[in-house]
């Protein structure tokens, strides 16, 4: 642990340099770890502050920290709010002329830079490697780090090469970041960056403040109109499956008036620089986007993201659903199901060449189709997924909210688990109801599954009952799926008491298409503000921005100006107390704000 003096002295970093009064669940632990150069692996979820765990230490160690980045527009997102709390940042990569490329070098050399943030294939080049052979690290951060795994969402072969960290330079702490990776994709993680004897902290993966919401997609257009109805003046984002959908998508609300942009891979790189800095600056309202928009994207006030069709996996909706609310305020993510995505989403998997990889992506868009078809709690289901157990339902999802009929599922429920028992925990969903329903198959035959005590005992139910059930008890937390073994069931702790008749359990009837529902209201729970003061405040935040040429969240997040809309600070004391305000905005932007908010209140 750090002594009093050093702890003293981190606070005083996170309050004066970032702003902050008090740090946030978890961030405290893995700086002080950091620190004392330990190494970390840290699963956070999006918003919750993974960043500010390496560069307070980044700050506090000596030599200069190495982040590691998938994307050049998530380098520069970062260094531009670090440079505007006055911290020495830079990023290296493909971006930078020739010029800018010898001013980084230099400033690295001289020893005028905290952080450089640089992409792994740059990183890992033997020129790179060398220079710095000859500086002090203080750590490496690896950012993203789910990339490294064969079994994360979004692997990128450029990343497995980061373990050769390690050899290189032994004596320096390294920390593991990522927001989405369930058990195979963490164990893999340790593995190929050599972090066996980390510091871990798995945080909860649970953002509240975000509403999740299923419909069935029956006219897709229509129904993400009626979403954006009341929502015009707000931020969000629309994800489509292809290029030509984002295109007709955007260009259709456009005509209604809408200030949307389409953005995907096809499109000119100048012309996704300029939508990506448009919407982070608040000059467009909505991004429509295939997958290749997001990742880099560190804008607080999204206020909702729409999938217009259904992502490949639930690491995937978890990631881009959390690019909205990251300032923490409330924020709404719907999904418009339809069954014709599913055999668009395994077509698009069958084209694989690597078997193995295939097994595991279509493990995972079963997961996906499960989620969206529970009637279980949404974020119970999805929190499910990533090995955390929910005790009670949310209260803000869909499910919560108009609550499906409900039935007593224990006898079934037990006949079920005990199905898995009996087939040794070896076997996944489709082989355990071919034996609760008495299925004649050879293969059944020749495991001599057809003379198991459970064999035949459900056959009064059909296969869609029985998927139905079985993908409850795992979102429950009854059963789980081993992915790393061809998602094999296999019961957890939980499921004895269930097993002996000690409990019961109650759970949804499948899933029954209705028509769309009113739309429960939103509130803002604990901070009742000012919303002509905010709006205000807003105008000068863009104003501000647009001078500085930065994004408004760089000068301060919704969530600030919201604080300071709610608190009426009204002289430099009072207005460091607003999260979010360190010494250096209060000395660029303080004034302008408390002139605005005396303003307000003496109209």
Same mark, same amino acid.
């Given at each position: 642990m750090?002594?009093a003096?050093?702890?003293s002295?981190v606070?005083?970093t996170?309050?004066?340099?970032?702003g902050?009064q008090?740090?946030?669940?978890?961030?405290?632990e893995?700086v002080?770890?950091l620190?004392q150069?330990?190494?970390a692996?840290?699963?956070?979820?999006?918003?919750?502050?993974?960043s +500010?765990?390496?560069?307070?230490? @980044?700050?506090h #160690?000596?030599?200069? /920290?190495?982040?590691v980045s998938? *994307?050049i !527009? %998530?380098?520069?997102?970062?260094?531009?709010?670090?440079?505007?709390?006055?911290?020495?940042a830079?990023?290296?990569?493909?971006s930078?002329?020739?010029?800018?490329t010898?001013?980084?070098?230099?400033?690295?050399?001289?020893?005028? +830079?905290?952080?450089?943030?640089? @992409?792994?294939? #740059?990183?890992?080049s /033997?020129d790179?490697?060398?220079r *710095?052979? !000859? %500086?002090e690290?203080?750590?490496f951060?690896?950012d993203?780090?789910?990339?490294?795994?064969?079994?994360?969402?979004d692997?990128?072969?450029?990343?497995?090469?980061?373990g050769?960290?390690r050899?290189?330079?032994?004596a320096v702490?390294?920390?593991?970041l990522?927001?989405?990776?369930?058990?195979?994709?963490?164990l893999?993680?340790?593995?190929?960056l050599?972090?066996q004897?980390?510091?871990?902290?798995?945080?909860s993966?649970d953002?509240?403040?975000?509403?999740?919401?299923?419909?069935?997609?029956?006219k897709?257009?229509?129904?993400?109109?009626?979403?954006?109805?009341?929502?015009?003046?707000?931020?969000?984002i629309?994800?489509?499956l292809?290029r030509?959908r984002?295109?007709e998508?955007?260009a259709?609300?456009?005509?209604?008036?809408?200030k949307?942009?389409?953005?995907?891979?096809?499109?000119p790189?100048?012309?996704?620089?300029?939508?990506?800095?448009?919407?982070?600056r608040?000059?467009?309202?909505?991004v429509?986007?295939?997958?290749a928009?997001?990742?880099?994207?560190?804008?607080?006030?999204?206020?909702?993201?729409?999938?217009y069709?259904?992502?490949?996996?639930?690491?995937?909706?978890?990631?881009?659903?959390?690019?909205?609310?990251?300032?923490n305020?409330p924020a709404?993510?719907?999904?418009?199901f339809?069954?014709?995505?599913?055999?668009?989403?395994?077509?698009?998997?069958?084209?694989?060449?690597n078997?193995?990889q295939?097994?595991?992506?279509?493990h995972?868009?079963?997961a996906?189709?499960?989620?969206a078809?529970?009637?279980?709690?949404?974020?119970?289901?999805?929190l499910?997924?990533?090995?955390?157990?929910?005790?009670?339902?949310?209260g803000n999802?869909?499910?919560?909210?108009?609550?499906?009929?409900?039935?007593d599922?224990?006898?079934?429920?037990?006949?079920?688990?005990?199905?898995?028992?009996?087939v040794?925990?070896?076997?996944g969903i489709?082989?355990?109801?071919e034996?609760l329903?008495g299925?004649?198959?050879?293969?059944?035959?020749?495991?001599?599954?057809?003379?198991?005590?459970t064999?035949?005992?459900?056959?009064?139910?059909?296969?869609?009952?029985?998927?139905?059930?079985?993908?409850?008890?795992?979102?429950?937390?009854?059963?789980?799926?081993?992915?790393?073994?061809y998602?094999?069931l296999?019961l957890?702790?939980?499921?004895?008491p269930?097993?002996?008749?000690?409990?019961?359990?109650m759970?949804?009837?499948p899933?029954?298409?209705?028509?769309?529902?009113?739309?429960?209201?939103?509130?803002?729970?604990?901070l009742?503000y000012d919303?002509?003061?905010?709006?205000q405040?807003?105008?000068?935040?863009?104003?501000?921005?647009?001078?500085?040429g930065v994004?408004p969240?760089?000068?301060f997040?919704?969530?600030?100006?919201?604080?300071?809309?709610a608190?009426?600070?009204?002289d430099?004391?009072?207005?460091?107390?607003?999260?979010?305000?360190?010494?250096?905005?209060?000395q660029?932007?303080g004034?302008?704000?408390?002139?605005e908010?005396?303003g307000?209140?003496?109209?």
């Amino acid at each position: 642990m750090l002594d009093a003096t050093e702890n003293s002295t981190v606070r005083q970093t996170l309050n004066e340099v970032f702003g902050y009064q008090s740090f946030r669940p978890n961030q405290e632990e893995i700086v002080n770890a950091l620190i004392q150069g330990r190494d970390a692996f840290v699963l956070m979820p999006t918003g919750g502050g993974k960043s +500010l765990c390496f560069q307070i230490p @980044a700050l506090h #160690r000596s030599g200069i /920290a190495i982040v590691v980045s998938p *994307l050049i !527009s %998530l380098m520069k997102d970062q260094v531009d709010a670090l440079q505007a709390n006055g911290v020495r940042a830079a990023c290296y990569n493909s971006s930078l002329g020739v010029v800018e490329t010898r001013q980084v070098l230099s400033q690295l050399h001289a020893g005028r +830079l905290d952080l450089l943030y640089v @992409a792994p294939e #740059r990183l890992l080049s /033997a020129d790179f490697l060398e220079r *710095l052979r !000859s %500086l002090e690290i203080a750590l490496f951060a690896i950012d993203e780090a789910h990339c490294v795994s064969h079994w994360g969402h979004d692997f990128r072969p450029e990343y497995t090469g980061l373990g050769k960290l390690r050899s290189y330079f032994p004596a320096v702490p390294m920390v593991a970041l990522t927001a989405t990776a369930e058990k195979q994709t963490r164990l893999d993680i340790l593995h190929h960056l050599k972090l066996q004897n980390a510091h871990q902290v798995i945080a909860s993966f649970d953002r509240p403040n975000i509403r999740y919401t299923v419909i069935d997609k029956a006219k897709p257009y229509l129904q993400l109109t009626a979403f954006l109805d009341s929502r015009r003046d707000e931020s969000g984002i629309v994800y489509c499956l292809s290029r030509k959908r984002v295109d007709e998508v955007a260009a259709k609300l456009r005509q209604e008036g809408l200030k949307a942009a389409a953005y995907h891979a096809g499109l000119p790189t100048a012309e996704r620089k300029q939508v990506q800095e448009d919407f982070i600056r608040d000059d467009i309202q909505i991004v429509v986007a295939t997958v290749a928009f997001g990742m880099g994207i560190d804008k607080p006030n999204v206020r909702f993201v729409v999938h217009y069709d259904l992502p490949k996996n639930l690491e995937s909706y978890y990631q881009e659903t959390g690019r909205a609310g990251r300032d923490n305020l409330p924020a709404e993510a719907l999904l418009l199901f339809g069954y014709g995505d599913i055999a668009i989403g395994r077509g698009l998997i069958e084209k694989g060449g690597n078997p193995d990889q295939k097994r595991i992506e279509i493990h995972k868009l079963n997961a996906m189709v499960a989620f969206a078809e529970s009637g279980t709690c949404r974020r119970r289901a999805l929190l499910g997924y990533f090995g955390e157990t929910l005790e009670k339902d949310c209260g803000n999802c869909d499910i919560c909210l108009n609550p499906p009929e409900r039935y007593d599922a224990s006898e079934d429920a037990r006949k079920a688990l005990s199905c898995v028992y009996r087939v040794g925990q070896r076997f996944g969903i489709g082989h355990v109801i071919e034996v609760l329903r008495g299925a004649k198959t050879q293969r059944i035959f020749d495991l001599r599954h057809d003379q198991l005590s459970t064999y035949g005992i459900g056959q009064e139910q059909n296969q869609d009952h029985w998927s139905h059930l079985l993908r409850q008890l795992i979102h429950f937390g009854y059963l789980e799926q081993d992915i790393g073994n061809y998602s094999v069931l296999k019961l957890t702790e939980a499921a004895r008491p269930l097993l002996r008749g000690e409990t019961d359990l109650m759970i949804t009837r499948p899933r029954i298409k209705t028509g769309r529902k009113k739309r429960p209201e939103r509130k803002i729970v604990g901070l009742e503000y000012d919303q002509e003061l905010f709006n205000q405040l807003r105008i000068l935040r863009k104003e501000i921005a647009d001078h500085d040429g930065v994004p408004p969240y760089v000068v301060f997040g919704d969530a600030s100006l919201a604080e300071m809309a709610a608190t009426l600070p009204t002289d430099k004391e009072a207005f460091l107390q607003v999260n979010g305000v360190g010494q250096a905005k209060l000395q660029r932007y303080g004034s302008q704000f408390i002139e605005e908010i005396i303003g307000f209140m003496c109209r």
